[in-house]
């Protein structure tokens, strides 16, 4: 069963965090759904139709916040240093590793194990995508994607299933050189520019110092947007399953890297783990006075 107070109460919280990000100059949101799966809900007593209404839910809150979004929005373009703009903004239904839903930091080391196979991958995301698919969504945010063969299986299921909507893929790493498997980062954007529906592909949760470099080696393998939306830099802790705090960078260190991903090549950018609203503010700050220059 479902208490359906508490959840009131959780996807009022949701909507307030997603509008947070939306006055702070976001123009992509994405929906709570990175780490929700239908195996994941099952496993704790949820049945099937529970389970794919929670993703749906996800989405759902995601533009209603832009709704509110869009009511609040007046004459003015700012008030109590809150961006109230009416501009388009899209909602992006996100869709995390497996190695997310394993919840042992198997996303952050691309490590699943002999028995995965491309099938079974495919056979895990089908249905989920499938839903959020069909959620209301403009797009799918496939993120932190940590190796090859998970790519393979996104862009096959992309392909294959009756998907009407375009995404974006994004991987992670931690030297800067591949992804976090190890795998090439050259044949895992390759991947994503064979896939017609894929129509951005870059970085997210890896550390800010990584970026520029990655991007350069990017852009030599595709034609598509890229997109970057860098952690804070601090550390995961898999066993503790916490971040580990005072290891990364601070927001005005963080937005100091913006002109030097820009010049790179970069065409959508954000924030992802341990990143705020007052990092997206500080971003849009520096992008609308580089484009005033």
Not at 121 to 140: M, N, P, T, Y
Not at 162 to 171: A, C, E, H, L, Q
Request: hydrophobic letters at 35%.
């Amino acid at each position: 069963m479902i208490d359906c107070s508490l959840l009131s109460c959780l996807y009022f919280l949701m909507e307030q965090v997603h509008l947070d990000y939306l006055e702070a100059g976001a123009d992509i949101i994405s929906s709570a759904s990175y780490q929700a799966t239908i195996q994941g809900f099952e496993a704790k007593g949820f049945s099937r139709e529970e389970s794919e209404s929670l993703l749906k839910k996800s989405v759902e809150i995601a533009t209603e916040a832009r709704n509110s979004y869009y009511d609040k929005c007046g004459t003015s373009s700012s008030m109590d240093d809150k961006i109230l703009k009416k501009r388009p903004i899209l909602v992006a239904a996100s869709v995390g590793s497996y190695g997310a839903y394993l919840a042992d930091g198997s996303e952050y080391s691309g490590i699943y194990g002999d028995s995965i196979t491309l099938e079974k991958l495919k056979d895990f995301h089908r249905r989920r995508l499938q839903v959020l698919a069909e959620s209301g969504a403009d797009l799918i945010a496939f993120e932190t994607i940590p190796n090859k063969i998970e790519a393979q299986a996104f862009a096959d299921l992309l392909e294959e299933g009756d998907v009407k909507i375009p995404g974006w893929f994004s991987f992670n790493s931690k030297d800067g050189v591949n992804v976090v498997s190890g795998d090439s980062i050259k044949e895992c954007i390759s991947i994503a520019e064979n896939c017609e529906k894929v129509v951005a592909v870059g970085i997210n949760c890896t550390p800010p110092r990584f970026i520029e470099g990655l991007v350069l080696e990017i852009e030599k393998v595709t034609s598509k947007p890229i997109l970057v939306y860098p952690n804070s830099g601090e550390s995961y802790d898999a066993d503790r399953k916490e971040w580990v705090e005072n290891t990364g960078v601070g927001d005005e260190d963080f937005v100091s890297y913006v002109e030097k991903w820009m010049d790179a090549g970069v065409s959508l950018l954000g924030g992802c783990c341990r990143t705020t609203p007052t990092t997206i503010r500080a971003i849009h700050k520096r992008l609308v006075n580089r484009r005033s220059l």
